[in-house]
C-alpha cells in the first residue's frame, strides 16, 4: 500500500483557499421553500504539494464558505510531482464523472476544465493535460480530481520498494 495516509499537521501550515463553486440550494419543508447556500472550497499549500476540498451548508454564503473550508483541512493529501508536472498518466472516476490525467512537458502549462483546473494549480502543477469526461458537475469533478491525485506513485518511493536507483525507475 502506499504511504498516503501521512499525518499532516494543520495547525503548522499556512494554508490559501479558493471557492470552486457556491451553489443555491432549497429545502421544501411544510411552510414552503427554506433557501440554503452550498460551497466547494479547495484549500492548499503549494510550497508543501498539499491539497484539500470541503463542501459546506449553510443559511447565508460566508458560513457555507467557513464550513466548507474547515472541512477541507479534514481531507489534505500530498500530491507526488516530478518537474513541475505528475509522474505518471491516471484517471479518476466519481460517480458520474471521469478525470484523466497526463503529464505535460516543460512550457505546457495547465490544460484543464474550471474545477479539475483550480485543484491543479492550487496543488502547484505547472505542466499537465487534464481531460473531464462524462458529468460536468463541479463537486463531482473535484472529488475525481481528487480519486486521480490518490492514485499516483512518488517515483522515489518506487525505487525504494524495488531496491533500484531512481534512475532505473525511468530509463527501465
Known sequence: MRNQKEKIKVGQ??????VVAIDRVSKVVE???TPRSRALVVVFNPEKRIVGFGTGKSKET???IRKASHDAR????????????????????????KVMLRPASPGTGVIAGAGVRIVLESVGIQNILA?????N?????????????????DP?????????????????
Do not use: C, Y
Open 137 to 153: 458537475n463541479p463537486h463531482n469533478l473535484v472529488r475525481a480530481t481528487f480519486v486521480a491525485l490518490k492514485q499516483l506513485w
Open 62 to 64: 460566508s458560513p457555507a
Open 131 to 135: 481531460k473531464s469526461l462524462g458529468s
Open 13 to 18: 501550515i499556512d494554508f490559501g483557499e479558493k
Open 156 to 172: 522515489l518511493m518506487v525505487a525504494r520498494r524495488r531496491g533500484i536507483s531512481l534512475d532505473k525507475v525511468f530509463n527501465g
Open 31 to 33: 411552510g414552503g421553500r
Open 74 to 97: 479534514k481531507n489534505l493529501i500530498k500530491v507526488p510531482m516530478q518537474r513541475g508536472t505528475i509522474p505518471h498518466k491516471v484517471v479518476g472516476k466519481f460517480q458520474g464523472a
